[in-house]
T-cell receptor
Framework: AQKITQTQPGMFVQEKEAVTLDCTYD???????LFWYKQPSSGEMIFLIY??????QNATEGRYSLNFQKARKSANLVISASQLGDSAMYFC?????????FGAGTTVTVRA | DSGVTQTPKHLITATGQRVTLRCSPR?????VYWYQQSLDQGLQFLIQ???????AKGNILERFSAQQFPDLHSELNLSSLELGDSALYFC??????????????FGPGTRLTVL
């Protein structure tokens, strides 16, 4: 089974600054997919960004980008120009034989 | 709005009871997934259906069952409820044909409280 590790339980970031959320994974598969989701305090899970193991470029989606380092098995999420609305829990996940395996999540609090 | 709908949003019930959670996938999606999110276990995969057939099973208790109907909506049935079943239950949907690229879109969740 795939394993996802998020070692930062909580982070504080100043508004308008960038923040990097760490995610490492363990898999023996050559082809795999990594996902990031955001869960605000309201509870819904919002898909943010996807990175495929064979993608040549690091994924970007607006203010979200992935720092994908395949050899290190890491897929860190970078949120640029943080906004108050970015305060939420962020989950890293990996496609694992039809299901998603999730990390424990990182709570981000954006300060004004 | 992900396009995945779940009802009810909140459910409060007593131990020993049975409840049904309902999910409608995004238009065009054939796969439906159920996840349970609790404070102690995190996000756990329960079960997946693809076009009406069970495709993958996770840590789903025998007291829990699910199905996907011909119109592709899905129901998760939880019976003989225990206090520990209190959690946020998510339904997600995806196209189901994209392999590792298959993005799952989550519904708003059903918060179940067992008293």
């Amino acid at each position: 089974a795939q394993k996802i590790t998020q070692t930062q339980p909580g982070m504080f970031v100043q508004e308008k600054e960038a923040v990097t959320l760490d995610c490492t994974y363990d898999t023996s598969d050559q082809s795999y997919g990594l996902f990031w989701y955001k869960q605000p305090s309201s509870g819904e899970m919002i898909f943010l960004i996807y990175q495929g193991s064979y993608d040549e470029q690091n994924a970007t989606e607006g203010r979200y980008s992935l720092n994908f380092q395949k050899a290190r098995k890491s897929a860190n999420l970078v949120i640029s120009a943080s906004q108050l609305g970015d305060s939420a829990m962020y989950f890293c996940a990996m496609y694992d034989h039809y299901k998603l395996s999730f990390g424990a999540g990182t709570t981000v609090t954006v300060r004004a | 709005d992900s396009g995945v709908t779940q009802t009810p949003k909140h459910l409060i019930t007593a131990t020993g009871q049975r409840v049904t959670l309902r999910c409608s996938p995004r238009s065009g999606d054939l796969s439906v997934y159920w996840y349970q999110q609790s404070l102690d276990q995190g996000l756990q995969f329960l079960i997946q259906y693809y076009n009406g057939e069970e495709r993958a099973k996770g840590n789903i208790l025998e007291r829990f069952s699910a199905q996907q109907f011909p119109d592709l909506h899905s129901e998760l049935n939880l019976s003989s409820l225990e206090l520990g079943d209190s959690a946020l239950y998510f339904c997600a949907s995806s196209a189901g044909r994209a392999g590792v690229k298959d993005t799952q879109y989550f519904g708003p969740g059903t918060r179940l409280t067992v008293l």
